[in-house]
């Protein structure tokens, strides 16, 4: 008689289930970490760093992973030797990682694709940043100016409702809140990154975990929800920027599939749909029928449902305008900071870094700091991080992720460029996102061709396709 392994009671609920197909009947959980295969299921409910990062990278190899969201990764192998396994090696990773083949290249197979870097080495940059900052910049004082930054962010958040409120009541003239609320919502949704890479709950909340709250900031701006960001931004992309695993390349790739003249009206009204309706489908089936037995994530409810609410309430005091234009700024403005932030544009993505030091090409930290733009807005660093959604000390924030605001970035790169400029890496100045990085992406995202068509095609072909980009949007929550 054969048995089916049981998953239902597993912390990884479904997901495990899913790993377990694309590895071909395989009936454990496991992580590769320096070629080694563990089984971390006994670790998850202890992890110093919260539970929430297993279930997305089952069936991984999560070296990068391990080697750069802790200060000395090296210290923690005797953990690591616990847990190890001989039954499955490093060829049995999920070769498409268990995502949607659109967000990878044609081809992609994590077992030779999924770029290798030596942690540890003698020479590794990484390792001497770290020991930069740690003489720099101690911890105590990094604890001091994070709770700085969160108690900012907790004033922002005031502020935004209080704006709001000030827009539903008319106690303020409509454009004035209209400005006030797209510098929130960037705002929030910059923090919301930095809290997306914090230390989660040890284990699932079955109602509400508040210690994810923080984190679903990330959905302020429109573009996106911290749902799928735990995944995408911190385990993929940051980890392997650059590479084909990097699926942040991949954003607006269905845009540019859609007719010039068309973009950006498609782009707005697919996003609307997404904020109203799309994102919520998508939580739920992520949360309910993906992450079974992870609880309800109220966390993620409450955020959509304020967010509607506020639509809903300048709706009813007539004042649906003023909401929409807030949108329309908020989301082109954010869409333009994420895009402005690397070399994703279609001519650039596969860029060498002939730039680097030859010693250095292959050096995880190196490539982080070459493939990464801070962002000039104002130019005051203290400001702009929040202007900037966190992206004027953009390259501080991939070398060091697992520091836990934009104000410890700031005091931390000093160290990161006297350690980058040691090993014959040049610091360049931010870019400026209105002189410099706009141009690029108008000519790169708005006014170039359409990808994926070898012919010309029809007006009315042109209109189903953006019609077809939008609906996606408004049922599937997906981009």
């Excluded at 870094?353 to 490539?367: C, H, I, Q, S």
């Excluded at 012919?455 to 189903?464: G, V």
Aim: overall charge positive; aromatic content about 10%; glycine content about 8%.
């Amino acid at each position: 008689m054969n048995e089916e392994p049981e998953t239902t009671r597993h912390p990884l609920g479904t997901e495990l289930a899913a790993a377990q197909r694309d590895r071909a009947g395989l009936r454990r959980p496991f992580w590769i970490v320096n070629g080694e295969a563990y089984d971390l299921t006994e670790w998850i409910g202890l992890h110093p760093g919260g539970g929430a990062w297993f279930a997305e990278s089952v069936g991984r190899d999560i070296t990068a992973l391990f080697n750069t969201y802790h200060r000395d990764p090296q210290s923690l192998r005797r953990i690591l030797a616990r847990y190890r396994i001989d039954d499955v090696g490093a060829g049995h990773v999920i070769p498409n990682l268990g995502l949607p083949p659109f967000l990878l290249p044609a081809g992609f197979n994590a077992v030779t694709d999924l770029p290798k870097f030596d942690f540890g080495k003698p020479n590794d940059l990484r390792a001497e940043i770290v020991r930069q900052v740690e003489s720099r910049a101690p911890r105590d004082r990094l604890r001091r100016y994070d709770r700085i930054f969160d108690a900012i962010s907790g004033l922002a958040f005031a502020g935004h409702i209080a704006v709001m409120c000030a827009l539903v009541l008319g106690a303020l003239p409509a454009w004035i809140c209209v400005l006030l609320l797209v510098l929130s919502r960037t705002s929030l949704a910059g923090a919301g990154p930095i809290y997306l890479h914090r230390r989660k709950p040890r284990r699932a909340a079955k109602i509400l975990s508040v210690g994810m709250l923080p984190s679903a900031l990330f959905d302020f701006n429109y573009v996106g929800t911290y749902l799928v960001g735990v995944d995408g931004h911190v385990i993929l992309h940051h980890p392997y920027l650059g590479s084909g695993a990097d699926i942040k390349g991949a954003f607006l790739g269905g845009l540019r599939r859609v007719h010039p003249a068309l973009r950006i009206p498609a782009y707005t009204v697919q996003k609307l749909g997404m904020a109203l309706f799309g994102i919520a489908r998508l939580g739920f089936m992520i949360i309910f029928l993906r992450s079974r037995g992870a609880g309800v994530r109220a966390e993620f409810w409450l955020v959509r449902g304020f967010l509607v609410a506020e639509f809903v309430a300048c709706v009813a005091t007539g004042h649906p305008i003023a909401w929409l234009v807030q949108f329309v700024l908020t989301l082109w403005f954010n869409t333009l900071l994420i895009t402005a932030s690397h070399d994703f544009e279609p001519d650039e993505r596969d860029a060498p870094v002939d730039g680097l030091p030859e010693a250095l090409r292959e050096d995880w930290a190196a490539r982080q700091i070459y493939l990464s733009y801070d962002l000039r807005i104002l130019g005051n660093k203290w400001v702009d991080v929040f202007l900037s959604a966190g992206l004027n000390t953009h390259r501080v924030h991939h070398t060091l992720p697992f520091q836990r605001s934009g104000f410890a970035n700031i005091v931390s790169e000093p160290a990161v460029r006297s350690a980058c400029e040691a090993a014959g890496i040049s610091w360049d100045r931010p870019r400026n996102l209105f002189t410099e990085r706009l141009p690029v992406f108008v000519r790169s995202y708005l006014w170039a061709p359409a990808i994926g068509t070898g012919t010309a095609r029809r007006p009315l072909t042109e209109l189903i396709r953006a019609c077809r980009y939008v609906s996606d949007g408004w049922r599937t929550g997906e981009d």
